[in-house]
Each structure stands twice: as C-alpha cells, then as structure tokens.
C-alpha cells in the first residue's frame, strides 16, 4: 500500500522536526520534504507533488493562504490539511475558501493529526473538534438571534391598529366601532396578536406599547 506523500510548510524548525517524527511513526505516511514559508511550500508542492501539503498560517514572506490557493490552482489533487495555532473562525473561512481541505489546531492530540491527514487523503474534510464546537455554539446563537428578531414584525396592519387602541385603553367593542369591525373579529385579532407577541394580560400589552413607541408615555391607560 502507497504511502501518504506529505510535504510540511511551517516556519519553525522544532516544530517540523516534531512532526516529521510524528508523522514517521506512521506506517502509512512519510514526509517527503519540509518549507519554511509561503514561497517555498508552492514551489516544493510543484516539485515534489505531495499528496498532502501540511501548513501552517502566519509564515513569513507569502501569505499561508495565497499559498494554499496557488498549489490548488497548480495541483487540484493535492490536499492541503491547516495546522494552525489559531482558533479564529475568520481565519478557518479564509483558509476553506482557497480550497484547504482541513483545519486542525496545533494543540490538538497526535491522534487528531494522523486522523485529519487520514480523512483528507480519503476525499474527506476535517475540523478540529474545538473549531466545530465554536462553529456550532456560534450556529445556535444566531438562530436565538433570528428568533428575538422583531416579533412586531410579524404582526399584520390590523394587529398593529388594534394592539395600538387597546394600549390607549380602548374597549374591544369601541374598537369594533372605530375600525368598522365585528366584535368577534377585534377578539380574534387580540388573541392572534397577544400569542405573536408572547403577551398575556393588559398590563403587559401596555408596557410593550410604550417601550415600542407605540403610545406614549402620557397617554392614559383605563
């Protein structure tokens, strides 16, 4: 069985030299050379077409990601797998949209790493766990946010008029005269705004108003 063909692209000596026997314990992986900044892992990924580029983000010299888009642009085979310090989400999107095949943190357990190339090479893609929990918890965050979003919104022209009168201190029945409406309709249209608006009696009907600027203060409240 083939060998994984892994070239590393990181600036620290220590570090690839950590890695390269790491990856030499693996039966199924060999480092087939090293790069020490941006300029270097492109031309060493022309040379030597590795089937994974192993690189790291904050090299001197070229940019990691123009770097990445390059070998995708030169070898779209080749699978490039982020080995980062950086737990930023903006740096992860960056880095998927020149084609990175992964993003594992530089913290993250040996296993990881040999899993991530792994995946990869197979056709897959890999996050580090840590960077899926962040992904996921800031997932959750914007649906509660969209979900706070303007309940007002979601209430029609005739809703809004009568939560307006009813705020003032109308009756259902004088609204039901003023709006030419049957009183069952006025009720109906209470109701469907009251459960819109999570609101469950008079009271709470009035301070939503006004903290809408839907009456004013002044305004009295029978």
């Not at 992964?102 to 913290?107: A, F, N, T, W």
């Not at 040996?110 to 800031?138: E, H, K, W």
């Amino acid at each position: 069985m083939a060998k994984i063909r892994i070239l590393l692209a990181d600036d620290h000596t220590l570090f690839r030299q950590g890695i390269r026997q790491l990856i030499s314990s693996e039966p199924d992986m060999e480092v087939i050379g090293e790069a020490a900044n941006g300029s270097d892992a492109v031309d060493k990924a022309g040379e030597l077409r590795p089937d994974l580029v192993l690189m790291d983000i904050g090299m001197p010299g070229l940019s990691s990601f123009e770097a990445m888009r390059q070998i995708k642009k030169n070898r779209p085979e080749t699978k490039v797998l982020v080995l980062t310090m950086y737990d930023d989400e903006d740096y992860l999107v960056e880095g998927m949209e020149v084609g990175a095949n992964g993003y594992v943190l530089k913290d993250s357990p040996a296993n990881q790493l040999t899993a991530a190339i792994r995946d990869v090479c197979r056709g897959g893609s890999y996050l580090s766990p840590r960077m899926l929990s962040q992904l996921v918890d800031d997932f959750r965050s914007r649906i509660k946010s969209a979900n706070r979003l303007p309940r007002f919104a979601t209430l029609t022209t005739r809703e809004r008029e009568v939560l307006k009168l009813l705020a003032e201190g109308n009756s259902v029945k004088e609204i039901a005269c003023d709006l030419n409406l049957s009183v069952k309709t006025v009720e109906a249209h209470k109701f469907n705004l009251m459960r819109k608006l999570d609101i469950h009696n008079k009271a709470q009907l009035v301070q939503y108003a006004i903290q809408k600027k839907i009456i004013r203060l002044e305004t009295p409240v029978q």
